[in-house]
């Protein structure tokens, strides 16, 4: 596979002359959203698809930017949890420098997935898979199931806060028809 390594620094700092006093989850919106709007200008001029890398857990958490790393036009990661794309990258025998690299998404010093989440993966996949493939809304359920109220409580505002992110977003209602995916002509 060709890499390619292009600095964003520039463009960055061109918008934030004086980054420091920026907040850092925006500074890193707008590091997101620049990387990826250089993909797509790459993948424009080699006639190429930008594939993303979220995962499930990172979907459901609402843990990306929105047009940012996010954004892309295909994702064969999208259905799999954090701790599945693990066991995907152990199976396929990915060098252990990436397979046990601490998740982060490198925007700024000592930033990491988990400690910006206050979720630790294997816990909150673990909590997601009860809540969303068996259905398991109740709270007795959840505790008796090892979960503490603090985490499930925050795993699910995580959840409900960013749902928009799910989602394309949401146009006016005017009573017209939807568009139709594919329209063919008799």
């Given at each position: 596979?060709?890499?390619?390594?292009?600095?964003?620094?520039?463009?960055?700092?061109?918008?934030?002359?004086?980054?420091?006093?920026?907040?850092?989850?925006?500074?890193?919106?707008?590091?997101?959203?620049?990387?990826?709007?250089?993909?797509?200008?790459i993948?424009?001029?080699?006639?190429?698809?930008?594939?993303g890398?979220?995962?499930?857990?990172e979907?459901?958490?609402?843990?990306?930017?929105?047009?940012?790393?996010?954004?892309?036009?295909?994702?064969?990661?999208?259905?799999?949890?954090k701790?599945?794309?693990?066991?995907?990258?152990?199976?396929?025998?990915?060098?252990?420098?990436?397979?046990?690299k601490?998740?982060t998404?490198?925007?700024?010093?000592?930033q990491?997935?988990?400690?910006?989440?206050?979720?630790?993966?294997?816990?909150?996949?673990?909590l997601?898979?009860?809540?969303?493939?068996?259905?398991?809304?109740?709270?007795?359920?959840?505790?008796?199931?090892?979960?503490?109220?603090s985490?499930?409580?925050?795993?699910?505002?995580?959840?409900?806060?960013?749902?928009?992110?799910?989602?394309?977003?949401?146009?006016?209602?005017?009573?017209?028809?939807?568009?139709?995916?594919?329209?063919?002509?008799?």
């Amino acid at each position: 596979m060709k890499t390619r390594k292009i600095p964003i620094s520039p463009m960055i700092d061109a918008y934030f002359p004086d980054i420091k006093t920026v907040e850092s989850v925006r500074a890193g919106n707008k590091m997101a959203r620049e990387r990826m709007s250089i993909l797509f200008d790459i993948a424009h001029e080699n006639n190429l698809l930008v594939l993303g890398t979220s995962n499930r857990t990172e979907i459901c958490l609402g843990y990306g930017t929105w047009y940012g790393d996010v954004a892309c036009s295909v994702n064969p990661l999208g259905m799999l949890f954090k701790t599945q794309v693990r066991q995907m990258a152990k199976f396929y025998d990915i060098p252990e420098e990436i397979l046990f690299k601490i998740p982060t998404a490198d925007l700024w010093p000592g930033q990491t997935d988990e400690k910006e989440l206050g979720l630790e993966y294997a816990i909150v996949d673990r909590l997601l898979y009860f809540m969303i493939e068996k259905g398991m809304t109740e709270r007795a359920q959840l505790n008796k199931a090892g979960f503490e109220n603090s985490f499930i409580d925050r795993t699910v505002y995580l959840l409900n806060k960013y749902y928009f992110k799910r989602h394309l977003p949401a146009m006016a209602d005017i009573g017209l028809n939807p568009i139709p995916d594919k329209i063919e002509i008799t």
